[in-house]
């Protein structure tokens, strides 16, 4: 009884080494815990009317521009401290960078929700789930979890009949883009450069989730 069969260990094996513990999952998950579908339209039908005459596209530019400016500034303060040194560049390379991270995630996150309304895209949870993570594989350039994401779109898996299987893939697949997402943090820790590097990164990343997720949902990117 005390050991473990060869397939719980190949199964642990097999699991990502931060688990639930994964900065993307975790972000996904509370952005779509907290998603309110009727403030998301309300917000994309005040941009309409403000932005008369708009098209889609324009407007999704918009929603970039509000969130890259953002998120870029944010970038480029939690940088700063790497003028400090020794003791500047670890609280880049720790709080700064953790800060920084779970800020342009958040921000990417939303954003694939609200390009998706405008659209007339905007499902539930689990829907929001997957195309949260299918845009970023694209941008992350991860085959291996956009193969997954596949088969689970295939499986026509729904918000209430989402098995343990399905939410330790979507798991798996969240960490594996996250990891490849932070690979973006190391310019941090030069002096000033860091700080310039950090906001024009963090602009960059979400105008290019922003341009890929209006792909994705205009039918030039797959989504089922």
Do not use: H
């Amino acid at each position: 009884m005390g050991s473990r069969s060869r397939r719980d260990k190949d199964r642990e094996k097999d699991s990502p080494k931060t688990d639930e513990k994964s900065l993307l999952w975790k972000t996904i998950k509370l952005v779509v815990d907290q998603l309110d579908t009727e403030s998301v339209e309300d917000k994309i039908s005040r941009l309409r009317e403000e932005n008369t005459g708009y098209e889609n596209t324009d407007l999704v530019g918009v929603l970039i521009r509000e969130k890259a400016l953002r998120s870029g500034l944010i970038g480029g303060l939690t940088a700063l401290p790497a003028n400090i040194p020794i003791l500047g560049t670890i609280a880049t390379l720790t709080i700064g960078t953790a800060v920084d991270l779970a800020t342009l995630l958040r921000y990417q996150c939303i954003l694939v929700v609200e390009v998706g309304a405008v659209y007339g895209r905007l499902g539930g949870s689990f829907q929001s789930m997957i195309d949260i993570l299918s845009v970023l594989s694209v941008v992350s350039g991860d085959r291996r979890s956009r193969r997954d994401l596949e088969r689970i779109k295939l499986s026509n898996v729904g918000d209430r009949c989402m098995n343990t299987a399905t939410r330790q893939l979507l798991n798996k697949v969240a960490t594996r883009i996250g990891l490849k997402l932070v690979q973006k943090s190391t310019a941090r820790s030069v002096p000033i450069i860091g700080a310039i590097v950090g906001a024009g990164i963090n602009y960059s990343a979400i105008d290019d989730v922003g341009r890929t997720s209006e792909r994705y949902y205009t039918g030039k990117g797959k989504r089922r």
